[in-house]
C-alpha cells in the first residue's frame, strides 16, 4: 500500500497565510485529504504493473505455444489427406 504523508497542520497554516478563513483551510485539508486517499486505494504500484506483465507474459507464451502445436497438428492433418488423395487418384489411374 503506498503512503503519502499530508501535513494538515501545516496545509492549514499555509491556506491561512494565503488569506483562507480557518473554515476555509480546514474544508480544503479534508477534501484534499480524502481525494488522496480515494486516489491512492485506485493506483496501480510499478509491483502490480510487473507482476500483471509478468503475468500477461506467461499466458501468451502458453497461447503461443497452444497455438503452435495445433497449427502443425492441422498441418499434418492436411498433408495427411492430400496423400490420401493422391493415393486414391493413382489407384484410380494405375496407368497414367
Known amino acids: 500500500?503506498?503512503?503519502i504523508t499530508f501535513d494538515t497542520?501545516?496545509?492549514?497554516?499555509?491556506?491561512?497565510?494565503?488569506?483562507?478563513?480557518?473554515a476555509?483551510?480546514?474544508?480544503q485539508t479534508k477534501?484534499?485529504?480524502s481525494v488522496f486517499k480515494t486516489?491512492?486505494?485506485?493506483?496501480?504500484?510499478?509491483?502490480?504493473l510487473k507482476?500483471?506483465?509478468?503475468?500477461l507474459k506467461a499466458e501468451l507464451r502458453k497461447?503461443?505455444?497452444?497455438a503452435k502445436a495445433e497449427t502443425i497438428k492441422w498441418m499434418f492433418g492436411v498433408a495427411a489427406g492430400q496423400a490420401v488423395f493422391i493415393v486414391?487418384?493413382?489407384k484410380m489411374f494405375p496407368g497414367h
Do not use: P, Y
Not at 9 to 22: P, S, V
Not at 24 to 27: K, L
Not at 63 to 66: A, G, M, N, Q, Y
Open 31 to 33: 477534501i484534499l485529504s
Open 63 to 66: 497461447d503461443i505455444e497452444t
Open 39 to 48: 486516489n491512492l486505494e485506485e493506483l496501480a504500484t510499478r509491483r502490480d
Open 1 to 3: 500500500m503506498t503512503v
Open 9 to 22: 497542520h501545516a496545509f492549514i497554516k499555509e491556506l491561512k497565510a494565503a488569506g483562507f478563513t480557518e
Open 88 to 90: 486414391t487418384l493413382f
Open 51 to 55: 507482476e500483471l506483465e509478468l503475468t
Open 24 to 27: 476555509q483551510a480546514e474544508a
